[in-house]
């Protein structure tokens, strides 16, 4: 009798919960799911393979979206997404839905209320403060920070030359955690020399548990976590990530309370003049408006965001680029022949040569645009919002924006859109038709605030690689690279960047 009544009070709470939603169903059923899509758990299958597998079925779903006028849909149980690849619907999408997917909670432990995946409420007065800090002025700035790694980076590389396949990859996120840290915070973490420092392991260990959360379900609810191994680990991870970084603010605010009280007459409030000294920690400091502006909580979001943001992110491209040039050689030697001119092999790499190194430019936008670190962007559909290709998303979605599929859309790129060509970015040849076919930055107010400190932190890397060893590897017979990879928050090469080197006579 108890289990008869249990029985029908789910089917009726089914019903109801069907009829309340009856409105997301019959927007969801006039757009093509993927094939093989199973009824109740509806894509949910394919996702719980390993990261490997997750990256071929989104690959997989972005071109049946290209099949299907650039959209299509699919249930994660009773959850519904949208994917979209069509560059005029994504434009659409990410001006009008700046809220992110709940997916991205597992990082608020670690960046809490951070720029990039806070709500909107909060992110709009952080996004203004931080916009001024990235301005091209201040970024140029940091040049320095980055040639001087990148030659750390080059002795670190020395002992692998000649000695075969290697993961370049260790290599150069320490490259880049040693950069972000020191332009963020001007601390230097010693990441190329010290690979076990505190906060190196930390930041590591934390942001490998929270990827195993998004995307294994048994670790998503908090009760089942703690249950875990990885618990721990993460909890003691975030302690030390978030004492470094407040003992760094603490230092610092104690530095400008000094300065101040040496020169009170002077405004610090927005005073930018002399900011090439400043790091972003000083910057956000005083864009904030000093004591009065952000607590020395939100300084630790921002920074430790900055932090996690521009790691990995440019240590894959530069790894992809690299991968890239291995297995075309030809490209590799125009790419070498344009450093030598433009660079003096007895001088070190000045900042005025990043500019001129446009060939290596159009080989670092190919590699963005074949294999874009970030490869989907997820937003919430707040309200029903009807697309420029007539579609109507319902409210209560998530949608999911495949840079990964607009990058490859023979309808923008032509039928060579799978092909490694850096000089289809040669401004004669570029015709974009619609800025969100090449969008390794996203679009719109949310779009990355890093891209120019990105690129010049990737052409310094590679200049100052490339004009000291040649990159080699089993070279690709077609013109479409084969490079397998796999979604770990951002996409990476399964291989973990494997490459050889051999010195160059200079
Ligand atoms: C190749 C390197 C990089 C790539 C491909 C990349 C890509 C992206 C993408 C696609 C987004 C937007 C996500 C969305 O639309 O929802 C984003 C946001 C962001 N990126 Fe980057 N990024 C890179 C490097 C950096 C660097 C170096 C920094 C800072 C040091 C940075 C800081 C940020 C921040 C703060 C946001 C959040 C912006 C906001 O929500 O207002 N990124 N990035």
Known sequence: MIAYTLFVVVVLWI??????????????SVIPPPRGELPVIGIASYLAGSSEDIMLTLQRFSYSA????????????????????????????LKNCLEKDDLHRFLRKVIGYGGIFAPVSIWRRRRKIMIPAFSPKIVENFFEVFSENSVNLLEKLENKSGTGYFSIYPYLTAYTLDSVCETAMGVKVNAQNDSNSPFVTSLNQVLDIVCKRIFHLWLQPDWLFKLFPHYSKHEAGIKILHDFTDDVIQKKRAELKKEKDIQPEVDVHYNLKDYRKKNLLDLLISLSACEKGYTDVE???????????????????????????????????????????????????????????????RVVKESLRLFPPVPFVIRKVETDI?????????????????????????????????????????????????????????????????????????????????????????????????????????????????????????
């Not at 019903?15 to 169903?25: H, S, T």
């Not at 249930?75 to 619907?89: E, G, T």
């Not at 530069?318 to 490209?331: D, R, S």
């Open 15 to 28: 019903i109801l919960y069907r009829y309340r939603r009856r409105r997301m169903y019959e927007l969801a």
């Open 66 to 93: 290209m099949e299907n006028d650039g959209i299509i849909r699919g249930w994660l149980n009773h959850i519904l997404y949208l994917l979209i690849c069509n560059p005029v619907d994504s434009e659409m999408i």
């Open 299 to 361: 300084l630790r979001e921002e920074i430790l965001t900055l932090s996690i943001a521009g790691t990995d992110t440019i240590a894959v491209n530069i790894g992809y680029t690299l991968k890239l040039l291995a297995k075309y050689p030809e490209i590799q030697e125009k790419v070498y022949d344009e450093l030598r001119k433009v660079l003096d092999a007895k001088r070190p790499i000045i900042k005025d040569d990043i500019q001129k190194l446009k060939y290596l430019e």
């Open 386 to 506: 009807t697309l420029p290709s007539g579609r109507m998303l319902p409210s209560g979605s998530g949608v999911v924006v495949s840079i990964w599929g607009c990058h490859r859309d023979p309808k923008y790129w032509g039928p060579d859109a799978e092909h490694f060509d850096p000089d289809r970015f040669l401004p004669e040849r570029l015709n974009l038709k619609h800025a969100c076919s090449f969008m390794p930055f996203s679009n719109g107010p949310r779009n990355c605030v890093g891209y120019q400190y990105a690129l010049m932190s990737i052409k310094t890397a590679l200049a100052t690689i490339l004009l000291n060893y040649k990159v080699t590897g089993e070279p690709e017979k077609g013109p479409i690279p084969h490079i397998k990879v796999k979604l770990n928050v951002i996409m990476k090469a399964v291989d973990d960047y494997q490459v050889c080197l051999e010195k160059r006579k200079l």
